[in-house]
């Protein structure tokens, strides 16, 4: 499944596309199952949180989005609500389901607990992996935002950085639909810089529950870089990753990465999650805790 080509290309340019990791069949019943759980959306009993794909970050703060670390919650598109009321029918709306879905959820608990992919985290090294942020993206057809250009370990920081996200295609995903773009080889020159962070009285007296972003000593991963570290240079181009249901694209977490907006007629759903080397400190700064007696999961 995960050869020594694809190990060697993940090294190289910090990512990989893995072509039929999951059969036209599993695609079929995970897309069932994920119709159901967007059938099941009731926006009478839901806070209408949004997920902003802009880089206001700050409007991530709610109390709904902290908490969903082990919870299966839904996410709006932006464009989605006005004034406090749904703009399209629920199913529609919805930005992405997440973050507990391994945890609580058995079909992608199942998933994302299968031996091909720890196999992946095998060969690359880990040795303690623990899964993180799950969650199922909509990228729904004319609203489904961008995402601007990010690091996966400015978000999931571990000392050193470890993150290693499995992004799971559930259907075509084209340049048309916002497929992934990619900056290759970005992981070999651009170091984390940054940490999207959780706010608290404790550590800032006078700002309020939610994230931030805070800046720190650059700093590079550990794990599998092929060859030296690169200079950055001025100017990277990125590449759109078009891919078929069914594939698996494996991303560094210091990989640039973006995705346009959908402005086609056609949605673009995708599974992702991470993991990250349990072995490596993951602090209380990092927005995502899980409840004082429930441990980052093993994979």
Known sequence: MFSDTHKESFSRDGFVVVEEFLTNGQVQEIRQHIQQLLDDFDPQKHPLTTFPTTTDYKLLGSQYFLDSAT?????LEPDSVSQAKLTVEPARAINKIGHGLHIQDPVFKQLTHGPDVREIADKLGFKDPRVLQS?????????????????????????PPSACGFWIALEDCLVTNGCLHV?????RSHPISRRMVRCSAERQPAAEEGVDFIDIEP???LYPLQGEKEEQQQQQESCPVEVKAGSLVLLHGQ?????????????RWI??????????????LNWLQMPADFPLTKL
């Open 135 to 159: 969650m199922v993206i909509c990228k729904q057809p004319r609203i489904g935002g961008p995402v601007p250009m990010h690091q996966d370990s400015t978000f999931l920081f571990t000392n």
């Open 255 to 267: 990989l640039l990465h973006m995705s346009p907006p959908n402005l086609s007629d056609k949605s």
């Open 71 to 75: 919870r299966i919650s839904y996410f």
């Open 271 to 284: 599974y992702t999650f991470h993991i990250i080397e349990g072995m490596h400190t993951y602090d209380s």
């Open 219 to 221: 700093v590079f991963s």
């Open 183 to 187: 900056v290759p080889k970005s992981h």
